[in-house]
């Protein structure tokens, strides 16, 4: 067995622990060469946001990655700049009305070239659980839009339960989802919250441990 797939075979092994909710890794040379620069060094995790959990999110992802990943707003970050600063990026957006942040998307498109490589996870946040084929297949296409943007898939990919408060919602979201309730779901809007500090630590974790023990390897 060569060395690569040593490593491949090491990275499934220990990603298959505990993270309930990994999609998918995908072993390739961009793995390499995140690890070859060092994760941490230069890492940024974007974040799309329209309520704050996937905010709240990315926070606890940076938390298991370790404190040096800095955390940028998609609504407010320079995107020259960004690429200019950071090596490694983990993109993830919430899901509103089907679709993830247009400025997000906007980016990936625009920037495709720049970000060969580059990025090393994504993620989305939603209503959806994933317990159904259906539904995950529904995740799937969320998280189609950030890899068809970017023109690849990478290596780490999750979903994360997001959260309604119904008291914060502007007026036209709320009476959106008013109506899917009651003509999709059958029942009144109400407020939930199925955000998951533990799993979005893990997830990050998971990076951090996978990529510091391939450098050692
Ligand atoms: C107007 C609106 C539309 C939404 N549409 C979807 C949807 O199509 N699919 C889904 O899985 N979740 C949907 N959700 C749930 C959000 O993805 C969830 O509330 C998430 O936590 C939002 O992220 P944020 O708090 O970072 O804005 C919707 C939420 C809102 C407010």
């Known amino acids: 067995m060569t060395r690569h797939l ?24 961009s793995a390499r060469q995140a690890v070859d620069s060092g994760l941490n060094s230069r890492t940024a995790i974007i974040y799309a946001t329209r309520y704050g959990s996937t905010q709240d999110t990315a926070g606890w ?14 609504e407010t970050l320079d995107a020259s700049q960004t690429l200019a600063d950071y090596d490694h990026l983990v993109l993830g957006s919430g899901v509103w009305v089907g679709g993830v942040h ?5 980016l990936l498109t625009k920037h495709s070239q720049a970000l060969k490589d580059r990025v090393i996870a994504t993620f989305v946040v939603c209503g959806t659980r994933g317990d159904t084929e259906a539904e995950r297949q529904g995740i799937a ?23 309604i408060v ?5 007026e036209k979201d709320r009476a959106a989802l008013t109506r899917f309730y009651k003509n999709f779901l059958n029942r009144p ?5 199925r955000t998951d500090p533990s799993g979005a630590n893990r997830f990050g974790e998971s990076m951090q441990t996978v990529l ?5 390897a």
């Open 102 to 106: 247009r400025q997000l998307k906007a």
């Open 61 to 74: 992802i940076q938390q298991g990655l370790g404190s040096n990943a800095a955390l940028l707003d998609i």
């Open 212 to 216: 510091e023990k391939l450098h050692r």
């Open 6 to 29: 040593d490593r491949r075979a090491f990275l499934k092994h220990s990603c298959q622990g505990g993270i309930g909710a990994l999609l998918a890794l995908n072993f390739g040379c």
């Open 141 to 163: 296409r969320y998280l189609d839009q950030i890899h068809q943007a970017l023109g690849y898939t990478p290596q780490f990919v999750a979903h994360f339960g997001g959260r």
């Open 166 to 170: 119904v008291e914060k919602l502007t």
């Open 189 to 193: 809007l109400a407020s939930w919250d």
